[in-house]
């Protein structure tokens, strides 16, 4: 799982995305063991990280069930089951917020 983690972190850096984290989120929920989240400075930007990771993810055998966020929006969910991918432009993240929401998640250093 680490493993694919990594790769994850690596597609999101390759793209520019900044401030990535990787949260365990296994002892406190039933909704996915990880969470990946990631900030992007444009909807552009954004839409790109997404786009490569849907084309990468895909071609290495990892489903993602499903995609929610329309082009143009400002933020974009990957459900791959036991990971799930959270990007957003920077405001959003700042406004959502899942690091605090999350705050008993542990942080994964990879």
Same mark, same amino acid.
């Given at each position: ?22 949260? #365990?989120?296994? $002892?406190?929920?039933? &909704?996915?063991?990880?969470? +990946?989240?990631?900030?992007? /400075?444009?909807?552009?930007? !954004? ?7 849907? #084309?990468?993810? $895909?071609?290495?055998? &990892?489903?993602?069930?499903? +995609?929610?966020?329309?082009? /143009?929006?400002?933020?974009? !969910? ?33």
């Amino acid at each position: 799982m680490k493993a694919m983690l990594k790769r994850i972190v690596d597609i999101i850096e390759d793209k520019k995305g900044e401030q990535t984290v990787v949260l #365990d989120i296994s $002892e406190i929920s039933s &909704l996915a063991d990880f969470f +990946v989240i990631s900030s992007a /400075n444009n909807i552009n930007q !954004l839409q790109a990280i997404s786009d490569d990771l849907q #084309d990468v993810l $895909e071609k290495e055998g &990892l489903e993602i069930r499903k +995609v929610e966020g329309a082009k /143009n929006s400002t933020w974009v !969910l990957l459900d791959c089951s036991d990971i799930v991918i959270h990007l957003f432009t920077k405001e959003d993240r700042i406004f959502y917020n899942l690091e605090r929401i999350w705050a008993d998640a542990k942080q994964i250093e990879l």
